[in-house]
């Protein structure tokens, strides 16, 4: 079966190259190589006649016209310079591999981001189910966030960000550090009727982000963003609209004020 399989590719592959020599695609030594074969095997013989024939009929049946004057100047117009001008140079090949190089690492960029932003997302999954099947999700239990953020300070590098959500229905209930990749980061636990919300502070990013659109994982729901050196992560089993909601007014509370002229 693989002896067929690879007989076919063969035939398949000296057929393109028959048919791109008579298109004068190929460069000496292939067409050279081609050639010989063409002229020791009876079935390539048979394609070269068909592809002539072919060819013969067609241009009979269809004449070739000539290219006017003004039809030529008004395709040099439409693509902006001559058209002999588009045949590839060597710097134009140069420039081709160069571009190649440049989007083939902006993608591996892409790739590795994502892959850290899985790998982020698991870690505060799993730190937010370890927490809700404890006797006790927050370490230091306070509505008061006055109380809750002083409380981090020594516990890790960075204060997170703590507002009170209250009036609009997500009242601070305390916070925790947690693990996540190794690195100890402040969460801030927040409140929604039955519903508990982490809200992870990753520091050591410097670019700003959009809030993402709210994604499951685990059966849970997340949104993040950046804000500063930042990235904050809301995790809850509450539903889409709500955490999405939730999200909106921590990120419109910890925006920095306007500033007047």
Do not use: C
Not at 24 to 39: H, N, T
Not at 94 to 112: D, E, K, N, Y
Not at 221 to 245: C, F, H, K, P
């Amino acid at each position: 079966m693989r002896s067929s399989q690879t007989t076919d590719d063969m035939v398949d592959e000296r057929t393109l190259l028959v048919h791109a020599h008579f298109d004068d695609e190929l460069d000496a030594a292939r067409a050279a190589s081609i050639q010989s074969e063409i002229s020791k095997d009876p079935a390539l013989k048979k394609d070269v006649e068909a592809i002539g024939a072919l060819r013969g009929a067609v241009r009979k049946q269809f004449s070739p016209q000539p290219v006017s004057a003004q039809f030529r100047s008004r395709i040099d117009a439409a693509i902006g310079q001559p058209w002999y001008r588009l045949r590839p140079t060597w710097q134009a090949l140069a420039a081709s591999v160069v571009a190649a190089m440049i989007l083939t690492g902006g993608a591996m960029s892409i790739l590795r981001s994502n892959e850290a932003d899985q790998k982020i997302s698991l870690a505060v999954v799993d730190a937010h189910l370890r927490a809700l099947i404890t006797d006790q999700p927050i370490t230091i239990a306070s509505s008061d966030r006055h109380t809750v953020k002083p409380w981090f300070n020594g516990r890790i590098a960075q204060s997170p960000a703590v507002v009170d959500l209250s009036e609009s229905g997500f009242p601070l209930v305390g916070g925790r550090v947690d693990v996540v990749d190794a690195t100890p980061v402040a969460t801030v636990v927040y409140k929604r009727r039955l519903h508990l919300i982490s809200v992870f502070a990753i520091p050591g990013r410097e670019a700003a982000k959009p809030l993402s659109a709210p994604l499951p994982i685990k059966g849970y729901n997340r949104v993040e963003w950046i804000d500063g050196q930042t990235e904050y992560w809301a995790i809850s089993d509450l539903n889409v609209a709500e955490l999405r909601t939730f999200s909106q007014l921590f990120r419109e509370a910890t925006a920095p004020a306007p500033k007047h002229p």
